[in-house]
């Protein structure tokens, strides 16, 4: 199984900041990662798909870069509604896996 | 627009079985695969399966679930099920599931359903 490790996993931001959280494959993915939030008590939103394509009516605050083993997710400009739980995600191959999550919480 | 709705919570007693329900509508049901991913409480997301709604309807499961879990689809109703037995406390989670859209050769989650709480309880 492919291995994803996020870091860090609790981050602590002020609405404004620009924060980035890094997710790394144990094996090459090509671009095949995914990005979700997730807020309590609620289902994990689709943020980012093939590494960098935004998906349809998710903020242009978001982006992500990356391929292979190393990716990143980007949030340009925090607003008090991002502050949650992100997760990555690999389909390159079965069993998709996910990262740990990262907790972005307000400073 | 895309929706899936899922069944109501269950509790079930150790040993027993439980069928999830996923009802899919604002899409072509057969042109979109379906994942079961889960979630157990406070712990990350862990991915159960996924289903070809179209034709026979082929499946392929986690090792870890692998003899333990069956998924199937209603093409009449828009359904796909998530069938769980021999249930232990572990499978105590929220369980989800997010449609299969293609990206290549492989198929990522987009839209997901709101969960199903399964408490497995002596």
């Known amino acids: 199984d492919i291995q994803m490790t996020q870091s860090p996993s609790s981050l602590s931001a002020s609405v404004g900041d620009r924060v980035t959280i890094t997710c790394r494959a144990s094996?090459?993915?090509?671009?095949?990662l995914a990005w979700f939030q997730q807020k309590p008590g609620k289902a994990p939103k689709s943020l980012i798909y093939?590494?960098?394509s935004l998906q349809s009516g998710v903020p242009s605050e978001f982006s992500g870069s990356g391929s292979g083993t190393d990716f990143t997710l980007t949030i340009s400009s925090l607003q008090p509604e991002d502050f949650a739980t992100y997760y990555c995600?690999?389909?390159?191959?079965?069993?998709?896996?996910f990262g740990q999550g990262t907790r972005l919480e307000i400073k | 627009q895309v929706q899936l709705v899922q069944s109501g919570a269950e509790v079930k007693k150790p040993g027993a079985s439980v069928k999830v329900s996923c009802k899919a509508s604002?899409?072509?049901?057969?042109?979109?695969?379906m994942h079961w991913v889960r979630q157990a409480p406070g712990q990350g997301l862990e991915w159960m399966g996924i289903?070809?709604?179209?034709?026979?309807?082929?499946?392929s499961y986690a090792e870890k679930f692998q003899g333990r879990v069956t998924m199937t689809r209603d093409t009449s109703t828009s359904t796909v099920y998530m069938e769980l037995s021999s249930l232990r406390s572990e499978d105590t989670a929220v369980y989800y599931c997010?449609?299969?859209?293609?990206?290549?050769?492989?198929?990522?989650?987009?839209?997901w359903g709101q969960g199903t709480l399964v408490t497995v309880s002596s």
């Open positions: 997010a449609r299969g859209t293609r990206d290549g050769y492989n198929y990522r989650t987009d839209y």
């Open positions: 604002g899409y072509t049901f057969t042109s979109y695969y």
């Open positions: 289903i070809n709604p179209y034709g026979g309807g082929s499946t």
């Open positions: 094996q090459g993915i090509s671009n095949y």
């Open positions: 093939a590494a960098s």
């Open positions: 995600q690999q389909y390159n191959s079965y069993p998709i896996t």
